[in-house]
């Protein structure tokens, strides 16, 4: 059980990035420095920095994945490992708000579109499949280096990667949707025997 303190850091956090995405939405990622964004939060400028290290930790900071860990961690034992991650995204996700959706997808769309934040998502190693495996294993009661664990996360950390790409060709596409979609079509089988083959006409 967390602390009154921890759920109060939590919250601040949660609030100094609320604002930031609000102001990245409204005037754009570089015409909004931290002082707006302390500003905007009604915090100093140093606890602002307490709790990001630059203005792209704002938007690389993610606290869906904790609650992707408990709704993993809920589903029934025995249940089969891609169909328990597609049902515990669809969970972690329906307990959103709408306001938390949109700003979800906003992170996701900065990240796509501002060099600075993908430079630095790349350096800090976001979505790699050693991350997605420890998740995946904590949750799971598996090691992180559990075949399965790590096919699984694999799995993830490509669907993002995937669903980003779709996502920047057709931008009026759902991140999150995409990522389900793509997850859900590995899960039923992708009917490559079906396409044509290398060197055909």
């Known amino acids: 059980m967390t602390s009154l303190r921890e759920r109060k850091k939590a919250r601040t956090r949660a609030e100094i990035q609320r604002h930031a995405l ?34 792209e930790d704002v938007v690389l900071f993610d606290d869906v994945d904790p609650q992707l860990e408990d709704a993993l961690a809920a589903i029934p034992a025995g249940t089969p490992l891609l169909a328990a991650l597609i049902q515990a995204i669809r969970a ?12 979800e997808e906003l992170r996701m ?5 501002v060099p600075e934040i993908a430079a630095a998502r790349r350096a800090r190693g976001a979505w790699d499949v050693e991350q997605a495996a420890r998740l995946v294993a904590s949750a799971l009661g598996r090691t992180p280096d559990d075949i399965e664990v790590v096919t ?6 490509g669907a993002r990667f995937a669903a980003q790409t779709l996502v920047a060709r057709e931008p009026h596409r759902s991140y999150v949707d995409t990522t389900l979609e793509i997850l859900e079509r590995l899960r039923s089988g992708i009917p490559l025997a079906d396409e044509p083959t290398v060197g055909s006409s």
């Open 22 to 55: 609000r102001l990245f939405a409204e005037r754009g990622y570089d015409a909004t420095t931290v002082e707006d964004i302390a500003d905007a939060a009604e915090v100093a400028r140093s606890t602002f920095f307490r709790y990001f290290a630059t203005k």
């Open 92 to 103: 972690t996700f329906a307990e959103l708000d709408e306001h938390k959706r949109v700003h």
């Open 109 to 113: 769309r900065l990240v796509r579109t």
């Open 152 to 157: 699984l996360a694999g799995a993830l950390a």
